[in-house]
């Protein structure tokens, strides 16, 4: 009998719902908060608070859990290197992350799945601990997308896998062919309220959509980390920046509460369409 889920944790709906779906399968869940960035409605589940330097503590304490699975999930800002309270083992990594971090968040990310791995946990992404979460193919909600809102969603699929080579980001708004904004490291919500910001010849209104934002994962990136993640709030940002539509890689991004972001979408007069991964690639 498989132990518990092992869930490395920080801030948003995510961990929340990979935590709700594991106690509802039967498996548990072993929570680590981490400290600084505590989701609050994760006390409730068994586990601790952790430093981000504490990972001799994190590994001790999923093996006395009886873990063998482990995902990590949630919003984390990167630390600054010189101010991490470290344990021995942390100590022992860190001229490794801090070398790898200056690659990029994937690198760095890959550091702590390598080091995890070594001492016997199958690290899984969070899609494979909730598979309900990843995007469907095809029309999800909302009117069909135009021709127009096809070919800005095609740009936009081909801007953000170009970006995300580049380990800049996994997000990307297009409207009429014109590339209106990138995701860096601020974020969808922030690169969302930028373009609501521009101005009305440049982009859609609530009154006259136009415009798509696609989401989807970095090509460098390891999936089982970072996977590009949509919630309502991404619908209504979406919504106030005059946008047709979001497209989101089906099988590569997640969707969180997607009944409630129909529901948000359709009341918003909003596409959701899951592209192909394919798309904007060749």
């Given at each position: 009998?498989?132990?518990?889920?092992?869930?490395?944790?920080?801030?948003g709906d995510l961990p929340v719902a990979i935590a709700e779906n594991a106690v509802a399968t039967g498996q548990g869940v072993h929570v680590l908060r981490l400290k600084g960035f505590e989701e609050p409605r994760l006390a409730a589940y068994?586990?601790?608070v952790v430093g981000l330097g504490e990972i001799g503590g994190v590994l001790s304490r999923l093996k006395e859990a009886g873990c063998?699975?482990?995902?990590?999930?949630?919003?984390?800002?990167?630390?600054?290197?010189?101010?991490?309270?470290?344990?021995?083992?942390?100590?022992?990594l860190?001229?490794?992350?801090?070398?790898?971090?200056?690659?990029?968040?994937?690198?760095?990310?890959?550091?702590?799945?390598?080091?995890?791995?070594?001492?016997?946990?199958?690290?899984?992404?969070?899609?494979?601990?909730?598979?309900?979460?990843?995007?469907p193919a095809g029309l999800i909600a909302g009117p069909p997308p135009s021709d127009l809102s096809m070919i800005d969603l095609e740009v936009a699929a081909r801007t953000a896998a170009a970006t995300g080579a580049l380990d800049i980001g996994q997000g990307c708004v297009v409207c009429d062919g014109l590339v209106l904004a990138v995701e860096a490291q601020e974020g969808t919500d922030e690169m969302l309220r930028r373009c609501a910001g521009l101005p009305d010849t440049i982009r859609g209104t609530p009154a006259a959509r136009r415009g798509v934002l696609v989401k989807r994962p970095k090509p460098v990136q390891d999936r089982r980390?970072?996977?590009?993640?949509?919630?309502?709030?991404?619908?209504e940002l979406a919504a106030a920046a005059g946008l047709a539509g979001i497209g989101i890689e089906a099988g590569g991004a997640l969707m969180l509460n997607r009944p409630a972001m129909a529901k948000r979408a359709e009341e918003l007069g909003l596409f959701l369409y899951g592209f192909p991964a394919s798309l904007g690639t060749g």
């Open positions: 009998m498989p132990g518990p889920l092992g869930l490395i944790a920080g801030l068994p586990g601790a063998r699975d482990v995902v990590f999930a949630g919003i984390v800002n990167r630390p600054n290197f010189s101010d991490l309270k470290l344990d021995l083992k942390g100590a022992a860190l001229p490794k992350v801090i070398s790898e971090a200056r690659k990029g968040d994937d690198a760095l990310l890959r550091v702590l799945v390598q080091e995890f791995e070594k001492h016997g946990f199958n690290v899984i992404g969070s899609e494979v601990a909730h598979a309900a979460l990843l995007a980390i970072d996977l590009p993640t949509t919630g309502v709030s991404t619908v």
